[in-house]
């Protein structure tokens, strides 16, 4: 993101947390449309989508004087889509194919330009944060999210137990929710967990 970007996003932030309506209308117009596309393209339903990217905004809105953003405005505002998503596939798991539910990940992220980008920066957020952990804890979580080996498998591999494989993952989740703000870490805990816990 260029600087006059990041700018203008912090100013945008700060007009939200001193109550400026204004801020509000601007966010909405910048991101509805890019949020609606890429929630529709997993959600295939126009009404729902409707509702739960609205309910971001009011969300934003409601929580706009603790509002924290550690990442770009855009990540955010991505996350928090796809948090609002992933409940949807929660709430609805019965009704839902295995066969989507394992496709979100690639059908989300590629929805659009706009979403790539977003899904770009909060991989390289996430990257920064593991890059901060021990050097076993690192290990096992790539080990568990990039190669895909589960709890036993990792166990097996570095001679530990399952239970020191469980912690080590735990560990990681708990950092990364820490150092991404409220919003967005529920949002990547969600989305590393499909792997991670298994």
Known sequence: MSNPDLNHDIVLI???RSGDESALTELYNKYWQSLFISAYNVLKD???CEDIIQDIFLN???N????EINISLKGYMYACARYQVFNQ???NKDKIHVELFEDIDKRFQHATPETLLMHEELVQQINAIIETLPEKCQLVYKLSREEQLSHKEIAERLNISTKTVENHITKALHVIRFSMGSTASVAMVLWLSKNLFK
């Open 14 to 16: 700060d007009r939200l």
């Open 46 to 48: 126009k009404e729902l």
């Open 60 to 62: 934003i809105w409601h």
């Open 64 to 67: 706009r004087e603790k509002l």
């Open 89 to 91: 596939f929660k709430k």
